[in-house]
T-cell receptor
Framework: EAQVTQNPRYLITVTGKKLTVTCSQNMNHEYMSWYRQDPGLGLRQIYY???????DKGDVPEGYKVSRKEKRNFPLILESPSPNQTSLYFC????????????FGSGTRLTVV | GQQVMQIPQYQHVQEGEDFTTYCNSS?????IQWYKQRPGGHPVFLIQ?????EVKKQKRLTFQFGEAKKNSSLHITATQTTDVGTYFCAGGLQTSYDKVIFGPGTSLSVIP
C-alpha cells in the first residue's frame, strides 16, 4: 500500500531534550515536506526537500532541522525543543513540489513541557 | 505576502443540506488542490484543478476553478455525516517555483 509512515504518533518530551520524528514513504516520491498544524493557523510548512541531499526552509523553519540522505526518508529533528513547538506535525510526499497531490502521513502530536 | 484564504471558517448544516466553501488567493495560481481532513485524521488529497474555469465532479462534490485562476469553490450536495471534517484548498503559486500554500480550512459539521 502506498503510504507515508510517521513515528511516533504521540510524543511528550521536556524542554531541551533533542528528539527526532521519522518519516518514510514507499512511493519513490522525489518531494517531501514537513508541516505543523495549529488551531486557527492551518498547515504551515517547516522544511521541504526536492530530492536526496536537497533541502530548503519553508515558512516556519526556526528550531527545526531536516536531512534527506535517502529518497524514502525525511526525518525532522528538534535539537532543543521548546513549548512553542507543541503542535501536530505532518510529513507529506509528492512526485513534485507543485502540480501533484500530496500524500500525508498520519501525524505526530508533540507536546513539549 | 502571498495568501490563500477560505470562507467560512466553520459551517454547521443539517444532514441533507448543501454546503459550499470558497477559496481565494491574492495572486494567480497555477493550480488548486483540495484536501479533506477527518477529525483526528490527516489531510487526504481529493482533486486538483489546473485550467481556468475548470469544473470537476466527484459524486456529490463539485469543484470549480475561477476564470482568473484566483479563486475556487467546493460544493457538496445533500451532505451526509460522512462529510464531516475540515476541507483545505491549496494553491500552487505560478511565480514561486510551484510553492504550494494551504488555506486555513473550513470545518464542516453535519447534524443528523
Amino acid at each position: 500500500e502506498a503510504q507515508v509512515t510517521q513515528n511516533p504518533r504521540y510524543l511528550i518530551t521536556v524542554t531541551g531534550k533533542k528528539l527526532t520524528v521519522t518519516c518514510s514513504q514507499n512511493m519513490n516520491h522525489e518531494y517531501m515536506s514537513w508541516y505543523r498544524q495549529d488551531p486557527g493557523l492551518g498547515l504551515r510548512q517547516i522544511y521541504y526537500s526536492m530530492n536526496v541531499e536537497v533541502t530548503d526552509k519553508g515558512d516556519v523553519p526556526e528550531g527545526y532541522k531536516v536531512s534527506r540522505k535517502e529518497k524514502r526518508n525525511f526525518p525532522l529533528i528538534l535539537e532543543s525543543p521548546s513549548p512553542n513547538q507543541t503542535s501536530l506535525y505532518f510529513c507529506a510526499s509528492s512526485l513534485g513540489r507543485g502540480g501533484y497531490g500530496y500524500t500525508f502521513g498520519s501525524g505526530t502530536r508533540l507536546t513539549v513541557v | 505576502g502571498q495568501q490563500v484564504m477560505q470562507i467560512p471558517q466553520y459551517q454547521h448544516v443539517q444532514e441533507g443540506e448543501d454546503f459550499t466553501t470558497y477559496c481565494n488567493s491574492s495572486t494567480t495560481l497555477s493550480n488548486i488542490q483540495w484536501y479533506k481532513q477527518r477529525p483526528g485524521g490527516h489531510p487526504v488529497f481529493l482533486i486538483q484543478l489546473v485550467k481556468s474555469g475548470e469544473v470537476k465532479k466527484q459524486k456529490r462534490l463539485t469543484f470549480q476553478f475561477g476564470e482568473a485562476k484566483k479563486n475556487s469553490s467546493l460544493h457538496i450536495t445533500a451532505t451526509q455525516t460522512t462529510d464531516v471534517g475540515t476541507y483545505f484548498c491549496a494553491g500552487g503559486l505560478q511565480t514561486s517555483y510551484d510553492k504550494v500554500i494551504f488555506g486555513p480550512g473550513t470545518s464542516l459539521s453535519v447534524i443528523p
